[in-house]
């Protein structure tokens, strides 16, 4: 399970604290680390009095926006299409230790006025009222989204700012939040929400995007991105986080490396790699376990991120040209705002504190009851920063003694009821400007999308896309490739796409005249709609033409898009692609993850070349790798080519070792506790006559692959090879069950874990082989009942992930999922019988958090 570690003010115990909290873990001495009379005051303090405890750069100033009572416990806030700010508002969230109080509807959203133009809100539109913890709020249409768990919820917005009918976008959109004997898990809730530049919608703590299309709500599996919040950069790469790991961005579309279920070793590359250090202004004894070595300095300072909260990349005007990329990363334990430097070269991200030389922060605060938990930028280019300015914001579900002793001790967890918002300026630098979106017309819409504030670029092409006028298509198209900015050639292109214009007559004109290479790749990546059609051919020579540079966006592009065309030319242009660059893990992955059940073809193709004869580790690794993903697949044809082709004369010799080592099957390391993981066999019809004369080779490394390759290989005659033990067949009842299994299972379980069984990599774990499904029943029934989080090991692969419980199923249909999971994909396994599901379901019921692992390894 993973561990959301936020800080609350808190005086520091010398005395030992006893277990009584969920957070609480057993064999651990919550032992203080810092004597009570050396921890400052920290009460509550008005806003004007909070305002002079922080500290930024010189030539940056803090203002404050709206303070309670106008709002309390603010923890979202969004611009609609006129530029108001709306504010999402968790009233019930930790109002005590308990959380007494936490499942009234009771949250609100609403929109705050600035009466007097001074630049702070003065009065509030109520918008929706008694909500029951909220999570997510987005402007689409003329409406607003909003997620109340579990659900994604559609209000349009009605005359004189009253909310509609609402319609349900989808039911399950945070299911992990479900209540559960009177708890909500709201840290696990899905959230974010962000329109990309792709026309997609991603999450926070999901595994799911989201587009409306025609219409109507298109739902699909993607990776999972960190814990809360989400931003994009002005080339639409993805930025999360999670609470120790504080900035991470996707610098390839993860739904490129769902492509291939057998290619196992897809870096889901997650860039760039920060220092996770960080330097508050004061001492910080009340983070949740500040008792364990190493969280806090020796100073008594946090050490290291634990409560990295909601990030935003910096996409405006306002603000110096250094700072746009940067991400701005709220840390509430530590009372400060990260700023990140962010840089890229070749296609590789970095980032720095640019501050930590002087051991400080972009913002830090002496005051302990700054909470920042939100980041954005808004549409004058400031940076906004939402603060809870709450005594407890460690949910009740992971809170420990130790922090609640603390709190109670000092009355921190009487401080309820509060709430800012804040605007970081530039003193030196006019505020960003544009046009009231919600009045343009579509020629000011299509201007705004080079707007030099990406707020406006964002919403603009939203709105466009959505409302689909014709008197835009021209504009579009004339901006897409005669526009000065190249961002706003960027946003035409992906807006023309929104509205199904990016047609190759705009492409091709785009790809033959672009000189930006981010537009490239992006024109690239719009043609792959195209290259399924019959205009494939003329698609296909544009792409290619487009192999030879130099550049790493744009062969990185081309890599991507060309692995999932089967056709001579693609192949052809990604051989002598992946001949060049053998190197690039990132341009590997490209190519192997866009070729599912065609990679003996590839590995014919890179043999028939000439130029590939030269030995290389990289080379020898690329082969290794698609061959790995043939012995994965199992199938008799594919395996039986590929033995004739490395028994091939014209084979040379380092890459028929390279080709049979990447055969032989890895060799898993069992977990205690479950069986022990076997080999899967491959039945052959025939012996195949190039396997014997590979044996002949005088190399012991091959002689060694051989070897091993040989127990998973069977044929009729085979010496030594015993028949299958029967399988006892399933009776009428556990065929019924079998049957619904595998529709219930299609309809839920397979978006992440695929028909074939094999998952998605890092994501989704294999069901099929799988150890866990071959175990104990016992433990199944609780993973579909509560879920599971943490880290798990599948088939020797480590997983860090956060699988939702289906309690909501019944106890027949948890049966049936779990017996067809256990007879599919070959499978032997016993059927599960709705009534042991349900004597689990009862001795469970108290349980209110997801199983771990280890926790599971526990039981027989």
Same mark, same amino acid.
């Given at each position: 399970?993973?561990?959301?570690?936020?800080?609350?003010?808190?005086?520091? !115990?010398?005395?030992?604290? %006893?277990?009584?909290?969920?957070?609480?873990?057993?064999?651990?001495?919550?032992?203080?680390?810092? @004597?009570?009379?050396?921890?400052?005051?920290?009460?509550?303090?008005?806003?004007?009095?909070?305002?002079?405890?922080?500290?930024?750069?010189?030539? !940056?100033?803090?203002?404050?926006?709206?303070?309670?009572?106008?709002?309390?416990?603010?923890?979202?806030?969004?611009?609609?299409?006129?530029?108001?700010?709306?504010?999402?508002?968790?009233?019930?969230?930790?109002?005590?230790?308990?959380?007494?109080?936490? #499942? *009234?509807?009771?949250?609100?959203?609403?929109?705050?006025?600035?009466?007097?133009?001074?630049?702070?809100?003065?009065?509030?539109?109520?918008?929706?009222?008694?909500?029951?913890?909220?999570?997510?709020?987005?402007?689409?249409?003329?409406?607003?989204?909003?997620?109340?768990? @579990?659900?994604?919820?559609?209000? @349009?917005?009605?005359?004189?700012?009253?909310?509609?009918?609402? =319609?349900?976008?989808?039911?399950?959109?945070?299911?992990?939040?479900?209540?559960?004997?009177?708890?909500?898990?709201?840290?696990?809730?899905?959230?974010?929400?962000?329109?990309?530049?792709?026309?997609?919608?991603?999450?926070?703590?999901?595994?799911?995007?989201?587009?409306?299309?025609?219409?109507?709500?298109?739902?699909?599996?993607?990776?999972?991105?960190?814990?809360?919040?989400? /931003?994009?950069?002005?080339?639409?790469?993805?930025?999360?986080?999670?609470? /120790?790991?504080?900035?991470?961005?996707? @610098?390839?579309?993860?739904?490129?490396?769902?492509?291939?279920?057998?290619?196992?070793?897809?870096?889901?590359?997650?860039?760039?790699?920060?220092?996770?250090?960080?330097?508050?202004?004061?001492?910080?004894?009340?983070?949740?376990?500040?008792?364990?070595?190493?969280?806090?300095?020796?100073?008594?300072?946090?050490?290291?991120?634990?409560?990295?909260?909601?990030?935003? =990349?910096?996409?405006?005007?306002?603000?110096?040209?250094?700072?746009?990329?940067?991400?701005?990363?709220?840390?509430?334990?530590?009372?400060?705002?990260?700023?990140?430097?962010?840089?890229?070269?070749?296609?590789?991200?970095?980032?720095?504190?640019?501050?930590?030389?002087?051991?400080?922060?972009?913002?830090?605060?002496?005051?302990?009851?700054?909470?920042?938990?939100?980041?954005?930028?808004?549409?004058?280019?400031?940076?906004?920063?939402?603060?809870?300015?709450?005594?407890?914001?460690?949910?009740?579900? !992971?809170?420990? /003694?130790?922090?609640?002793?603390?709190?109670?001790?000092?009355?921190?967890?009487?401080?309820?009821?509060?709430?800012? =918002?804040?605007?970081?300026?530039?003193?030196?630098?006019?505020?960003?400007?544009?046009?009231?979106?919600?009045?343009?017309?579509?020629?000011?819409?299509?201007?705004?999308?080079?707007?030099?504030?990406?707020?406006?670029?964002?919403?603009?092409?939203?709105?466009?896309? *959505?409302?689909?006028?014709?008197?835009?298509?021209?504009?579009?198209?004339?901006?897409?490739?005669?526009?000065?900015?190249?961002?706003?050639?960027?946003?035409?292109?992906?807006?023309? %796409?929104?509205?199904?214009?990016?047609?190759?007559?705009?492409?091709?004109?785009?790809?033959?005249?672009?000189?930006?290479?981010?537009?490239?790749?992006?024109?690239?990546?719009?043609?792959?709609?195209?290259?399924?059609?019959?205009?494939?051919?003329?698609?296909?020579?544009?792409?290619?033409?487009?192999?030879?540079?130099?550049?790493?966006?744009?062969?990185?592009?081309?890599?991507?898009?060309?692995?999932?065309?089967?056709?001579?030319?693609?192949?052809?242009?990604?051989?002598?692609?992946?001949?060049?660059?053998?190197?690039?893990?990132?341009?590997?992955?490209?190519?192997? %993850?866009?070729?599912?059940?065609? *990679?003996?073809?590839?590995?014919?193709?890179?043999?028939?070349?000439?130029?590939?004869?030269?030995?290389?580790?990289?080379?020898?690794?690329?082969?290794?790798?698609?061959?790995?993903?043939?012995?994965?697949?199992?199938?008799?044809?594919?395996?039986?080519?590929?033995?004739?082709?490395?028994?091939?004369?014209?084979?040379?010799?380092?890459?028929?070792?390279?080709?049979?080592?990447?055969?032989?099957?890895?060799? =898993?390391?069992?977990?205690?506790?479950?069986?022990?993981?076997?080999?899967?066999?491959?039945?052959?019809?025939?012996?195949?006559?190039?396997?014997?004369?590979?044996?002949?080779?005088?190399?012991?490394?091959?002689?060694?692959?051989?070897?091993?390759?040989?127990?998973?290989?069977?044929?009729?005659?085979?010496?030594?090879?015993?028949?299958?033990?029967?399988?006892?067949?399933?009776?009428? *009842?556990?065929?019924?069950?079998?049957?619904?299994?595998?529709? #219930?299972?299609?309809?839920?379980?397979?978006?992440?874990?695929?028909?074939?069984?094999?998952?998605?990599?890092?994501?989704?774990?294999?069901?099929?082989?799988?150890?866990?499904?071959?175990?104990?029943?016992?433990?199944?029934?609780?993973?579909?009942?509560?879920?599971?989080?943490?880290?798990?090991?599948?088939?020797?692969?480590?997983?860090?992930?956060?699988?939702?419980?289906?309690?909501?199923? %019944?106890?027949?249909?948890?049966?049936?999922?779990?017996?067809?999971?256990?007879?599919?994909?070959?499978?032997?396994?016993?059927?599960?019988?709705?009534?042991?599901?349900?004597?689990?379901?009862?001795?469970?019921?108290?349980?209110?958090?997801?199983?771990?692992?280890?926790?599971?390894?526990?039981?027989?």
């Amino acid at each position: 399970m993973r561990k959301l570690i936020v800080v609350l003010l808190a005086l520091a !115990f010398t005395q030992h604290i %006893s277990f009584a909290q969920n957070g609480d873990k057993g064999g651990e001495e919550q032992v203080a680390p810092i @004597p009570a009379d050396k921890i400052p005051p920290a009460p509550p303090l008005p806003p004007g009095q909070a305002l002079k405890t922080f500290k930024l750069p010189p030539d !940056f100033e803090i203002q404050l926006v709206a303070s309670e009572p106008l709002i309390d416990n603010p923890v979202i806030v969004q611009w609609d299409n006129a530029g108001r700010l709306w504010v999402m508002e968790m009233r019930s969230f930790m109002q005590t230790p308990n959380g007494a109080g936490e #499942l *009234e509807p009771v949250s609100q959203v609403s929109i705050l006025h600035d009466t007097d133009g001074d630049g702070r809100m003065d009065k509030k539109t109520v918008f929706l009222d008694k909500l029951l913890m909220p999570r997510a709020m987005a402007f689409t249409g003329d409406g607003v989204l909003i997620c109340e768990p @579990p659900g994604l919820y559609y209000y @349009p917005i009605l005359p004189g700012d009253k909310p509609g009918k609402r =319609i349900t976008v989808d039911p399950d959109y945070a299911p992990a939040a479900v209540v559960k004997n009177g708890v909500m898990n709201v840290e696990h809730a899905a959230n974010g929400f962000i329109r990309a530049i792709d026309n997609w919608h991603y999450n926070a703590k999901s595994t799911f995007r989201y587009s409306l299309q025609q219409g109507e709500w298109k739902k699909e599996p993607t990776y999972f991105k960190g814990q809360w919040g989400i /931003s994009q950069d002005n080339y639409g790469r993805l930025a999360f986080n999670s609470n /120790s790991d504080h900035f991470r961005m996707e @610098p390839t579309p993860s739904e490129y490396l769902l492509r291939n279920p057998f290619y196992r070793d897809a870096n889901y590359s997650i860039q760039p790699l920060p220092k996770q250090d960080v330097w508050p202004a004061r001492i910080n004894p009340g983070v949740n376990r500040a008792y364990r070595k190493g969280t806090l300095r020796p100073d008594g300072r946090l050490a290291k991120f634990t409560g990295a909260s909601a990030l935003a =990349i910096y996409r405006g005007g306002h603000f110096p040209p250094e700072f746009i990329g940067d991400a701005f990363v709220p840390e509430p334990t530590g009372n400060l705002i990260r700023r990140d430097d962010v840089t890229e070269s070749e296609g590789r991200l970095t980032a720095i504190n640019p501050y930590a030389r002087n051991d400080t922060e972009f913002l830090t605060s002496t005051d302990e009851i700054f909470r920042p938990v939100n980041a954005y930028m808004g549409p004058d280019g400031a940076m906004y920063f939402v603060d809870m300015y709450h005594g407890i914001i460690q949910h009740r579900i !992971f809170l420990t /003694s130790y922090l609640r002793k603390q709190a109670e001790s000092r009355g921190l967890d009487k401080v309820v009821d509060y709430g800012r =918002i804040y605007r970081v300026v530039h003193r030196g630098r006019p505020l960003d400007q544009g046009p009231n979106l919600a009045r343009a017309s579509p020629e000011e819409l299509v201007a705004a999308l080079a707007n030099n504030n990406g707020w406006y670029r964002d919403n603009a092409q939203r709105i466009l896309v *959505e409302k689909a006028p014709a008197a835009a298509i021209e504009p579009l198209k004339k901006l897409a490739t005669n526009g000065a900015n190249h961002l706003g050639r960027l946003h035409a292109l992906w807006t023309l %796409s929104g509205l199904g214009f990016a047609d190759l007559e705009i492409l091709g004109k785009v790809l033959q005249t672009e000189k930006h290479p981010k537009v490239v790749a992006s024109a690239i990546r719009l043609c792959e709609p195209i290259l399924k059609t019959w205009e494939q051919e003329d698609a296909l020579k544009l792409v290619v033409a487009k192999a030879t540079s130099k550049d790493a966006d744009i062969k990185l592009q081309v890599a991507l898009t060309l692995s999932g065309v089967d056709s001579p030319l693609a192949t052809k242009t990604l051989t002598k692609l992946a001949r060049d660059n053998a190197g690039s893990i990132a341009i590997r992955d490209a190519i192997i %993850s866009g070729l599912p059940g065609r *990679e003996y073809d590839f590995i014919a193709a890179l043999l028939a070349d000439k130029a590939f004869s030269k030995t290389s580790k990289d080379r020898e690794k690329l082969l290794g790798e698609l061959a790995r993903c043939v012995i994965i697949q199992g199938r008799r044809d594919p395996v039986n080519n590929l033995l004739t082709l490395i028994g091939n004369d014209a084979t040379l010799d380092w890459q028929k070792t390279a080709l049979i080592v990447g055969m032989t099957p890895a060799k =898993i390391k069992s977990t205690k506790g479950l069986p022990p993981v076997k080999a899967k066999t491959i039945r052959l019809t025939e012996e195949p006559t190039a396997f014997a004369a590979l044996k002949g080779i005088k190399n012991k490394t091959v002689a060694t692959a051989l070897s091993k390759l040989d127990e998973v290989l069977v044929w009729p005659g085979k010496p030594g090879v015993k028949p299958e033990p029967p399988v006892r067949p399933l009776n009428d *009842e556990e065929r019924v069950l079998f049957e619904s299994g595998k529709q #219930l299972y299609g309809m839920t379980c397979g978006a992440c874990h695929q028909d074939h069984g094999f998952g998605m990599a890092g994501m989704a774990p294999p069901l099929a082989d799988s150890e866990w499904v071959a175990s104990s029943e016992d433990r199944l029934i609780r993973i579909v009942l509560q879920g599971i989080g943490g880290p798990i090991t599948v088939l020797g692969q480590k997983f860090d992930m956060d699988m939702p419980g289906h309690g909501t199923f %019944s106890d027949e249909q948890i049966a049936s999922v779990l017996t067809y999971i256990r007879r599919e994909w070959d499978h032997t396994h016993d059927p599960v019988s709705s009534g042991k599901v349900a004597a689990v379901r009862k001795a469970t019921s108290s349980r209110e958090e997801a199983w771990t692992a280890e926790e599971l390894l526990k039981l027989k």
